[in-house]
């Protein structure tokens, strides 16, 4: 699962549930990494307590974090879909939460649906950008990744999206624009190695041009 996730969703859901809630639902957010088989089965049974949404989050979490990616995610974007009186950016998350599962699943289709739905809800944020333009680029929709990265580097130059841009361009045929791309990702970050055994993709495609 990427690292979106357990901190943001805190600053998210001081809007809508009550303090009670919020604070039990931090605390099972916080246990899930400590011991998920437990926060799993506190999550379920604060759910059956009647803790609504948030505590279907949280197992949901759980579950992803055991291992049960797919079914995790499904359930998160359940929950999310349901939960009419989360705020906007609460649902987002969720539902940004459930597309990266599914992409850890190899579920490409799911990891689209949750994020279409994602960003229905926050329509400019660039890490549901670069979530949607990564299930784009594994379902070989090389353009649509391609927007997807530029929608996400209009909101922030940062190193991610770069490099997505750069491989959809690569596998799109715009050589020379993948270059532009990897080299700005690079300023950005050179250190990575991801971004130096891409760079080496693409230069060893326009050599073979």
């Avoid at 841009?165 to 990897?182: F, K, Q, S, T, Y």
């Amino acid at each position: 699962m990427a690292p979106v996730l357990l901190l943001t969703v805190f600053l998210a859901l001081a809007q809508t549930p009550p303090a009670s809630d919020q604070a039990r639902l931090e605390a099972c957010l916080n246990a899930i990494p400590v011991d998920a088989e437990t926060a799993y089965e506190d999550a379920l049974a604060w759910r059956h307590q009647g803790g609504g949404w948030p505590a279907e989050h949280c197992v949901s979490l759980a579950l992803i974090a055991l291992g049960q990616e797919a079914p995790g995610a499904l359930r998160l974007r359940e929950a999310a879909l349901g939960a009419e009186m989360a705020s906007d950016l609460s649902r987002a998350i969720m539902l940004g939460q459930s597309g990266e599962a599914f992409l850890t699943a190899e579920e490409y289709e799911q990891a689209r649906i949750s994020f279409e739905h994602a960003l229905e809800f926050a329509p400019r944020d660039p890490g549901l950008l670069l979530g949607f333009g990564r299930t784009q680029l594994a379902l070989e929709d090389y353009a649509g990744a391609d927007i997807s990265a530029s929608a996400a580097l209009a909101q922030e130059a940062f190193a991610e999206a770069y490099v997505l841009r750069a491989e959809a361009r690569l596998l799109g045929g715009d050589i020379d624009a993948a270059l532009e791309d990897i080299e700005a990702a690079r300023t950005l970050d050179p250190e990575n190695i991801d971004i130096l055994v891409l760079r080496g993709r693409i230069v060893e495609a326009r050599r073979l041009q």
